[in-house]
């Protein structure tokens, strides 16, 4: 079992940045892939991809957030993290920091065993 707990959500406005934390503890011992993904007002229970970080650190993102948004991961400490710049108002969601016991990184929530509370983002116009 894994468990992740998320931090650094709160209100911002337009063109400003935001850091997200993500804490991982319990069996982080295993190679494992880590996420974040978000769930905007009105989207029901869908939760979009928004990034993702290999054990060996490599990223990719989704392309509406690629060159704003860097995911990095301290695997000393059991940390991810998720820098946010420029941010607009349609990155108004709950973000969730999300884990999977596998080296392979993957886009869809499916894959993901572990999820975090989630912490809201609010970009204000």
């Known amino acids: 079992q894994v468990q992740l707990v998320e931090s650094g959500g709160g209100l911002v406005q337009a063109g400003g940045s935001l850091k997200l934390s993500c804490a991982a503890s319990?069996?982080?011992?295993?190679?494992?892939?880590m996420g974040w993904f978000r769930q905007a007002p009105g989207s029901g229970e869908e939760r979009i991809f928004v990034?993702?970080?290999?054990?060996?650190?490599?990223?990719i993102y989704a392309e509406s957030v690629k060159g704003r948004f860097t995911i990095s991961r301290d695997n000393a400490k059991n940390l991810l993290y998720l820098q946010m710049n420029t941010l607009k108002p349609e990155d108004t969601a709950v973000y969730y920091c999300?884990?999977?016991?596998?080296?392979?990184?993957?886009?869809?929530?499916?894959?993901?065993?572990?999820w975090g509370q989630g912490t809201q983002v609010t970009v204000s116009s």
């Open positions: 999300a884990a999977r016991t596998s080296g392979y990184v993957r886009t869809d929530s499916s894959a993901y065993s572990y």
């Open positions: 319990g069996r982080t011992s295993k190679p494992y892939t």
């Open positions: 990034s993702a970080i290999s054990w060996d650190e490599t990223p």
